[in-house]
């Protein structure tokens, strides 16, 4: 490791003396932990990602602050657990008048303010108004579906009852069933969306931005719609089988991965970015084949068990990784922007709100143990609900007609499947994260800033 760190301090004057990296972040919707070839998956197949796994680095316990969309989504913007910035409350609807609020500082606005072009091309989710759009919130171009791709512009109504096997037999349902609007900038400019395409469009816009850029850095973020339902895929590459659905998608979307890698070092600069794919949330079990697995992880999508918040990441960065590393420390999407701040050297500027995001940069390019201790679990609804602290794990879990919560106490190095309970034999350990964590959440609440109410 020692002449890994020679390489590291390398790679960092390297970037000094010619040009800051640029920065890829592709985020996809409802992907499980189990979802990649190199993650453990026996039937999905990821070629061009196990490839960055296999030049990069894996970080096997990487969570995402909500077990859903829009919450989680504003962790990564802004470093900021959801409840600090008010975003905690389940996800946006079509007829909701408010969104994160602009004055909060993204990582957009940041590699902005260090002279990147900044493009942000697929599902938003953090407020569909021109007001909480992502040309409000740094981003020079955006082109995409702003909310959830089972959601109909402009009011939600007359969405089809959710037959998801009919959908993938009749590819034309995209637009004849569906209703889910592509934006660019603030203006609409396609309705119904043709979903069979929209990854494939997502990666054009992706790739010609790249191109257009290629003399200056640029920061990218390509939040994928897919895999969340309804499934569809172009029709060049189609599985008929409805029980291949999950899994076409996410090959489709390994297929597009490779192709903008491809593109990337034709033009020279794959050794001058660092890439970041990773996922918004845990799989949307009830979906059965339409979603993935987390296993060995136990439940997904909306819970706060680790199915639901610990999804797969992978970082390539060559010449700055030692290659087909895997790392388990403690990480998050919150630590994102402080620590890719760092390791670009564009510091984060002075007088910056409290955010709860942490410089890992020595855990994400080095071998630095991460100075994430502490993680907070958040339910859906945003109900403080757990903590994790090194290797324990504890749930307070509220019971449906009942005042008593139910208590859960893991030990995840050795449990990670969440199976045995050992809140009996530790009351003192429950006792203290129990209190720890009502700590940590009272702070956040205490100093909760505001999303933006949009007038009508």
């Not at 659905?245 to 192709?259: F, L, P, Q």
């Amino acid at each position: 490791m020692k002449a890994f760190f020679f390489l590291f301090a390398l790679a960092s004057g390297l970037f000094a003396a010619d040009r800051p990296p640029n920065v890829i972040i592709i985020f996809t919707d409802d992907q499980g932990y189990n979802d990649l070839s190199c993650f453990g998956s026996k039937t999905i197949h990821t070629p061009h990602l196990d490839r960055l796994a296999t030049e990069g680095r894996k970080f096997t316990s990487f969570y995402v602050t909500s077990p859903v969309c829009s919450p989680s989504r504003s962790s990564l913007l802004t470093a900021s657990y959801p409840k600090r910035v008010g975003m905690h409350e389940h996800v946006l609807f079509p007829g909701y008048r408010h969104g994160l609020n602009p004055a909060e500082y993204s990582i957009a606005d940041h590699f902005s303010a260090h002279g990147y072009a900044t493009a942000c091309y697929g599902k938003w989710h953090l407020g569909h108004h021109p007001e909480t759009m992502p040309t409000a919130h740094g981003f020079d171009h955006y082109y995409g579906i702003p909310y959830s791709n089972d959601m109909s512009y402009p009011d939600n109504k007359g969405l089809p009852r959710v037959h998801q096997d009919e959908h993938w037999l009749d590819p034309e349902s995209t637009v004849t069933k569906w209703g889910a609007p592509l934006f660019e900038d603030t203006k609409l400019v396609e309705h119904p969306v043709d979903q069979r395409t929209i990854t494939r469009r997502y990666t054009d816009r992706a790739i010609a931005f790249m191109e257009e850029n290629k003399e200056r850095p640029f920061f990218l973020y390509l939040p994928h719609s897919m895999p969340h339902i309804p499934l569809y895929v172009p029709e060049d590459v189609q599985d008929p089988d409805p029980k291949n659905a999950y899994k076409c998608v996410i090959e489709h979307i390994d297929a597009e991965v490779g192709r903008l890698v491809a593109r990337l070092e034709e033009l020279g600069l794959g050794e001058d970015t660092i890439l970041l794919f990773t996922s918004d949330n845990g799989p949307w079990l009830r979906f059965k084949h339409h979603a993935g697995k987390a296993d060995p992880l136990r439940a997904g999508k909306s819970t706060t068990f680790e199915g639901g918040q610990r999804v797969p990441a992978i970082l390539w960065a060559p010449g700055r990784l030692p290659a087909g590393s895997s790392s388990d420390e403690i990480l998050s999407t919150l630590e994102v922007l402080p620590s890719f701040a760092a390791i670009t050297e564009t510091p984060l500027p002075d007088g910056l709100p409290p955010i709860d995001g942490l410089d890992a940069s020595g855990t994400f390019f080095g071998d630095k143990p991460s100075p994430r201790e502490e993680f907070l679990y958040y339910s859906s609804r945003g109900d403080i609900e757990g903590i994790r602290r090194g290797d324990w794990k504890l749930l307070r879990k509220k019971r449906p007609k009942s005042e008593q919560a139910q208590i859960l106490l893991f030990n995840l190095a050795e449990d990670i499947g969440e199976r045995n309970n050992l809140a009996e034999k530790h009351p003192e350990l429950v006792a203290e994260l129990q209190a720890r964590m009502l700590e940590l959440d009272e702070e956040i609440e205490a100093n909760a800033r505001p999303v933006l109410q949009v007038s009508k």
